[in-house]
């Protein structure tokens, strides 16, 4: 695996969760292929190819395409993290020094997968 497949890979999370009802949330792996009828989930025969990253109002979102070896096909991961989800519940402490202190915001993350030309195959998860 080249260099750059690997600063890559670190760039894409391990799992994402998903919401199961009231019944709580489920861990996804996200070494595998997202492609419909293709059941590859051997990271190996996965390659991240490039990234694209970009800002939009409220929210990042970072685009990571990927070639899956076993079914040849194409697919691109979208990873959009929303800025500003909420504030936080525990009340800071203020020091003096810290006239203009401001509370740091929540961020939630989704995951989604996309087809080679960008259409949205579904969401996959939270990180």
Known sequence: MSEEN?????????YVFVALA???MEKIS???CFLPGCNNQ?????????KEEYDEKDRHVKLIHMKCEECGGKFQFKFETI??????TKKKIKKASDDNEEEEALSMGLAYA???KGNNLGHIGYF
Do not use: S
């Not at 690997?6 to 391990?14: G, H, N, Q, S, V």
């Not at 800025?83 to 936080?88: Q, S």
């Open 6 to 14: 690997k600063k890559l890979w670190m760039e894409i999370p391990a």
């Open 22 to 24: 009231r019944r709580g």
């Open 30 to 32: 996200l070494d595998q």
């Open 42 to 50: 051997d990271k190996n025969k996965l390659k991240p190819l490039e």
């Open 83 to 88: 800025k500003k989800v909420a504030k936080p």
């Open 114 to 116: 996309l087809d080679e």
